[in-house]
């Protein structure tokens, strides 16, 4: 798993579910069955409630030009669906909440399916665009702090992950799905998954039994991502000028 070979962080977008309506009373019991799966396929660890997520979205939004946003497909297609003018703003500023995501944590790598490419360009061209304006030589001679430049992440796309469920070298994958379109790698993707189901639904249910367990271990996964976090935050408040935290 990528866990072996990477520090790696996974967590629960609980923010990302409210952009369009939702049913309040089963947001937090779909955040514990989403932590509960992800330990049941493997995963060592889950996070989610980390506040600096939502702090660096506000800064990186300052920076955002509505224009990026307004060229989203994503966001096109979704609020057409859901009635144009009554759509929420979120839905708009998603992608930078996304971008908040990835780029507290300098990641390298990002596992993503197509429809999030957009998205994951956005966050590389984002991170350039704060490194200009805040960063680099230019800044501290008109007396900018010392900034840490935001990493600008590459994309690890989902022939990966089906390597990594299959078992299959990246040779074999490459040959099997040579000339695939997304219609028909994704069935391939689903049976490779169902294959490996049934221990999955076993260790789930020993999970969403053990509710002081499933609590302890998003609560250690926060408090672990938060650490992180706070760095690239504080480091980008104090780039852009505001006192020092």
Request: hydrophobic share 40%; glycine share 6%; proline share 3%.
């Amino acid at each position: 798993m990528l866990q072996n070979s990477y520090e790696t962080l996974f967590f629960i977008v609980d923010l990302h579910a409210i952009t369009l309506p939702y049913d309040t009373q089963q947001l937090s019991k779909a955040t514990r069955e989403t932590a509960a799966i992800y330990l049941a396929c493997g995963i060592d660890n889950s996070k989610s409630h980390v506040r600096a997520h939502v702090e660096l979205m506000w800064l990186l939004s300052s920076a955002t030009p509505i224009g990026w946003l307004n060229k989203m497909i994503q966001f096109k297609e979704k609020s057409h669906k859901a009635g144009g003018e009554n759509v929420g703003v979120a839905l708009l500023t998603y992608p930078v909440l996304m971008a908040s995501d990835i780029l507290l944590y300098q990641s390298d790598f990002v596992p993503v399916g197509e429809d999030q490419k957009q998205h994951l360009e956005l966050t590389r061209e984002l991170a350039e665009r704060v490194n200009y304006l805040y960063g680099g030589r230019k800044w501290k001679k008109l007396g900018g702090l010392e900034f840490d430049n935001l990493e600008r992440p590459e994309c690890n796309n989902l022939l990966s992950i089906y390597q990594l469920i299959s078992g299959k070298t990246k040779g074999e994958v490459a040959e099997e799905c040579q000339n695939m379109n997304w219609g028909t790698f994704k069935p391939l993707l689903t049976d490779a998954l169902i294959e490996h189901l049934h221990p999955i639904q076993v260790r789930y249910e020993e999970i969403m039994s053990d509710s002081a367990y499933l609590d302890k271990v998003l609560a250690d996964g926060a408090a672990k991502a938060a650490d992180i976090a706070d760095a690239t935050l504080n480091n980008v408040y104090q780039a852009m000028g505001f006192l020092r935290r």
